[in-house]
């Protein structure tokens, strides 16, 4: 199962984040959707699931929960906006880790793209970077992954180009 991660889009959705999660079966967005119609853009092709993140509002925060819990081919998923640093995250994302055991944790915020292994609590730590235009970072990116009999493999970075168009 191809799984889309994508962050921080802060209300833009352009054709290149379309054409690249065109192939997926499930997008999943850490937070920071923004304005618009972003997860209704997104599900118009693929399942999507959210969180919401710290810029957005009262009915994004509605339609989508602080975290989440999946699972996709056996691999389980927490995924929450405001995660903290790796193995150092904050009190809400440490007791989720905690309870839940995840064998992957992806978040968003920082706008910084990291894919590490967290030996600390033994698990994959996901941020995507950011797909947006707003926020400090220079490259917009996003990633893809095949989740397969229990584990992650083809993790694909792509890159989105620059930050604002100028």
Do not use: W
Not at 25 to 51: F, K, N, R, S, Y
């Amino acid at each position: 199962m191809k799984l889309g991660i994508i962050s921080d889009t802060h209300g833009y959705l352009d054709d290149r984040i379309l054409h690249h999660l065109s192939d997926c079966h499930h997008v999943l967005h850490a937070g920071d959707i923004g304005p618009g119609a972003i997860i209704d853009q997104l599900e118009e092709a693929h399942p999507c699931t959210a969180v919401y993140g710290n810029i957005d509002d009262a009915a994004t925060r509605a339609r989508h929960p602080e975290y989440v819990l999946l699972d996709f081919e056996g691999v389980s998923v927490l995924m929450i906006h405001i995660a903290g640093a790796i193995e150092r995250y904050n009190t809400n994302t440490r007791k989720l880790i905690e309870q839940h055991q995840p064998d992957v944790l992806i978040c968003g915020h920082s706008h910084i793209l990291k894919v590490k292994q967290d030996q600390r609590f033994g698990l994959l730590h996901i941020n995507p970077g950011a797909a947006g235009r707003h926020g400090f970072h220079k490259t917009r990116t996003l990633l893809t992954v095949e989740a397969e009999n229990g584990s992650l493999k083809d993790l694909k970075l792509i890159e989105l180009g620059p930050r604002s168009k100028g």
